[in-house]
């Protein structure tokens, strides 16, 4: 099997990471980190004239109809500059709700602001004590005339503090944790009835707690089949989870690049620490251990397109598990060799390690996720 990239996706690669180290140093991500939603629109509009924003759509919609191996390509490059703006909600997960199952006239209306720039989403999912359970769904969404009333409350919403539009998972009966009766809606960010409360999370994101109260929305925010849409649901978490991979292989990849610099020039007994053999071996560990990640997030990659959902779930869910233990294998390590400047917030590699911390328990955690492969007899 051939794992070489493309001349386009060698392209690709070249012009976004050139794009980055031009753009995306430690300190300008500082000053991003301060406008308002946490992110930089300016560096957002660099990706839309680039054509980042409009990869994975097709042409009939104004994208460039690219595939899962050209989101590795992106998300793994915006790793490595631990970038803030919101593509993995707004192009992975918004995106492909749309690409997906949106309808022409869903397209129409939302796909050209995500492809310019001009408009960026949330995934308004989590809920109190479901976990990860993406079945798990209290918020209802209610038959009123030709539309529906949405009540409940989310939390943790990435990018739901600047987001115009939020996705949301809603009850249309049934039981709680039923597979059936769940639906997902378009809804307005500045609709009445919702109340934002936006905050920084640990690794220097922005979410938001959501509340909806009598929200009203028409027939046509229901994306897909408003009463079987868990299938959907978990499909587009799989592409998520699946970019989460390659962005912590990034991570992975620029945290090992910075230690193996820094003992090369920190200094103990009037010689490098890079110069004792046990500080070399932990490195070659790191390396060995962001060499697994990598080719299980290959693995996912190649997964995410899978006619079998079954294949495509357990798949994934290996490639979380081998993130979540390289993840935090590679980041403790990070901080040990930096010694007591790692844990301090001008040192970037901590921040290296949160963004880890945090992949490794978005959309479940390694426990969770090798559950999830046991219950499906393993991979063989």
């Known amino acids: 099997m ?13 012009s976004v990471e050139g794009l980055l180290k031009g753009s995306y140093d430690f300190d300008s991500r500082k000053k991003y980190a301060k406008e308002k939603g946490g992110w930089s629109r300016a560096v957002w509009g660099k990706f839309a ?19 899962a191996v050209e989101t590795m390509i992106v998300m793994e490059a915006l790793g490595h500059s631990l970038v803030l703006e919101p593509y993995l909600p707004t192009v992975v997960i918004g995106g ?70 939020l996705i949301v998972t809603a009850r249309t009966k049934g039981g709680q944790r039923d597979r059936t009766g769940v639906g997902v809606f378009l809804v307005p960010a500045d609709a009445k009835g919702i109340t934002r409360k936006g905050y920084p999370t640990q690794d220097g994101l922005h979410a938001a707690d959501i509340t909806f109260t009598g929200v009203q929305v028409g027939a046509d ?24 991979c390659a962005e912590a292989v990034g991570l992975m990849d620029e945290s090992l690049t910075t230690t193996v610099e820094y003992i090369k020039t920190r200094k103990q007994f009037g010689v490098p620490i890079g110069s004792f053999q046990v500080l070399q071996h932990r ?23 899978f006619d079998d959902a079954k294949e495509r779930a357990g798949a994934i869910a290996a490639a979380k ?19 007591g400047i ?14 880890l911390t945090m992949i490794e328990q978005t959309f479940g955690d390694t426990d969770h996720h090798l559950a999830r492969v046991s219950a499906g007899g393993g991979l063989i």
């Open 2 to 14: 051939d794992f070489d990239l493309s001349e386009e996706q060698r392209l690709l690669k070249e």
């Open 49 to 67: 004239e680039q054509g980042l924003l409009g990869l994975p759509f097709s042409e009939e919609d104004g994208g460039f109809g690219a595939g």
């Open 96 to 165: 492909g709700f749309l690409r997906r199952a949106g309808s022409a006239a869903q397209k129409a209306a939302h796909l050209p602001g995500i492809i310019d720039g001009s408009k960026t989403f949330a995934f308004a999912q989590l809920e109190k004590n479901s976990r990860w359970d993406l079945g798990d769904v209290s918020t209802t969404a209610k038959k009123s005339g030709d539309g529906w009333v949405i009540d409940g409350e989310k939390f943790v919403v990435l990018n739901g503090e600047a987001a115009d539009t």
């Open 221 to 244: 925010a229901a994306i897909g089949d408003p009463e079987n849409a868990l299938e959907l649901i978990e499909a587009v978490v799989d592409d998520a989870r699946t970019a989460l």
């Open 283 to 305: 490195a070659a560990d790191m390396f060995v251990a962001t060499e697994q990640a990598r080719s299980m997030a290959m693995f996912a990659t190649m997964a995410a397109e």
């Open 321 to 339: 598990v081998q993130i979540g233990k390289s993840g935090k294998f590679v980041g403790q390590q990070s901080i040990q060799l930096h010694g």
């Open 342 to 355: 790692g844990m301090t917030m001008e040192a970037k590699i901590g921040h290296y390690f949160k963004r």
